[in-house]
T-cell receptor, first 111, second 114 residues
Framework: DQQVKQNSPSLSVQEGRISILNCDYTNSMFDYFLWYKKYPAEGPTFLISISSIKDKNEDGRFTVFLNKSAKHLSLHIVPSQPGDSAVYFCAASGGNNDMRFGAGTRLTVKP | GAVVSQHPSWVICKSGTSVKIECRSLDFQATTMFWYRQFPKQSLMLMATSNEGSKATYEQGVEKDKFLINHASLTLSTLTVTSAHPEDSSFYIC??????????FGPGTRLTVT
């Protein structure tokens, strides 16, 4: 039962443009959402989070948007840089604090 | 940011042997640690949740007698893969929760069972 879904396995963007990564969830008990960045053979690195009481959180080039009615969140990276190339995981947690991950989206930023 | 270490970073073992992986939170106390497994090109799969001083809670389908988890202190959790088989070969990642909702991940351990 996949409670967190990232339907795009890959995304390719030109340097300097905006990258938009999408994530959908099914469990209405989730109230905290996170994005992680992962390089091969390394553990995920926390990027940005948002609680369900907000609909937007911004940190530098990274902005996360949450649409609770649609059970959808997205990560915007602008401007995109080649160093942003990695796999991005969306994660969600709820009352029991277990975190569920999406399948990941591989972002490639072309110079 | 918070630092979580794992040791070893990679290990090769023979089928039938046991392997222990350590996870340490270096600059904070973690009441809860998590163990994940990642297969190639797949998502992170939560294996178990480990609370300091109590038994780990395993996810459905994860054999608790095969993947022994010990959370002996607020900064250390260990995962022991007992009687390892080639299908146990994977990338194992631990994480430690510092405060509600935020988890910090270790660098991962690549296990290869021959």
């Amino acid at each position: 039962d996949q409670q967190v879904k990232q339907n795009s396995p890959s995304l390719s963007v030109q340097e300097g443009r905006i990258s938009i990564l999408n994530c959908d969830y099914t469990n209405s008990m989730f109230d905290y959402f996170l994005w992680y960045k992962k390089y091969p053979a390394e553990g995920p690195t926390f990027l940005i989070s948002i609680s369900s009481i907000k609909d937007k959180n911004e940190d530098g080039r990274f902005t996360v948007f949450l649409n609770k009615s649609a059970k959808h969140l997205s990560l915007h990276i602008v401007p995109s840089q080649p160093g942003d190339s990695a796999v991005y995981f969306c994660a969600a947690s709820g009352g029991n604090n277990d975190m569920r991950f999406g399948a990941g989206t591989r972002l490639t930023v072309k110079p | 940011g918070a630092v979580v270490s794992q040791h070893p970073s990679w290990v090769i073992c023979k089928s039938g042997t046991s392997v222990k992986i350590e996870c340490r939170s270096l600059d904070f106390q973690a009441t809860t640690m998590f163990w994940y497994r990642q297969f190639p090109k797949q998502s992170l799969m939560l294996m178990a949740t480990s609370n300091e001083g109590s038994k780990a809670t395993y996810e459905q389908g994860v054999e608790k007698d095969k993947f022994l988890i010990n959370h002996a202190s607020l900064t250390l959790s260990t995962l022991t893969v007992t009687s390892a088989h080639p299908e146990d070969s994977s990338f194992y990642i631990c994480s430690a929760r510092r405060q509600a909702g935020e988890q910090y991940f270790g660098p991962g351990t690549r296990l290869t069972v021959t």
